[in-house]
């Protein structure tokens, strides 16, 4: 009994962490050779798909992750990588729109309002990947966030038919962003679980014309 016991514990352990490895294995293996740190060999898209994130952290210091991937974008744009900006983030009351924050950072740093279009629904990276397909019409597009996220957004992307490549906004330290390099472990298993779900995003709505 003692030893059925032992090994329904070593089960009930060991699936998670199996989980855990599994699901980081996959998605970094798929997005090999599609995430770019370097312009000059990224190919070109029409449109690039910055993914939101909040401009300040909790204590109202600059958020890194925010202020790298306006960058990243400003960067693309100027070099002719990409033509078009789509922002993609969370909306989600009259104090919080990440879409238009960044819209305005974007604008201050060179790029035409006309050339950016806001997607006031991308609440997870499921619903920014996902929105982009259907309510945007892409095809293709080149995902900018950091690396580690890029690979996740890549591998949901291509499960919805969407060819993405990602450009890699620069990183943070392992140090000082180890709480969001752990969370992402447990993100990308929740990546399997919602494609065996089908989970949809929380909005679709009218679909909107890039052009």
């Known amino acids: 009994m003692r030893k059925k016991i032992t090994r329904l514990i070593l089960l009930m352990l060991g699936l998670p ?82 879409p238009t924050t960044m819209k305005k950072d974007l604008i201050s740093a060179g790029i035409p309002k006309e050339r950016i279009f806001l997607d006031y629904a991308g609440f997870r990276t499921l619903d920014s990947v996902f929105r982009a397909k259907i309510v945007f019409g892409l095809q293709e597009v080149t995902i900018i966030s950091q690396k580690f996220h890029n690979e996740r957004a890549i591998y949901l992307a291509a499960k919805k038919g969407l060819n993405a490549i990602g450009y890699n906004a620069k990183d943070i330290s392992l140090e000082a962003g180890l709480k969001i390099q752990f969370r992402e472990y447990f993100a990308r298993v929740k990546v ?12 679709y709505g009218e679909k909107v014309l890039i052009q």
């Open 17 to 98: 962490l199996f989980s855990l490895v599994l699901s980081n294995y996959v998605i970094n293996s798929f997005a090999e050779g599609k995430t770019y740190s370097t312009i000059s060999k990224i190919p070109k898209n029409k449109v690039g798909l910055i993914l939101g994130t909040s401009k300040k952290l909790k204590g109202g210091q600059q958020n890194p992750y925010y202020s790298n991937r306006i960058l990243a974008t400003v960067a693309l744009f100027k070099a002719g990588k990409i033509e078009y900006v789509l922002v993609s983030g969370d909306n989600g009351s009259v104090y919080y729109n990440e």
């Open 192 to 203: 399997f679980l919602d494609l065996a779900l089908k989970t949809q995003p929380r909005f």
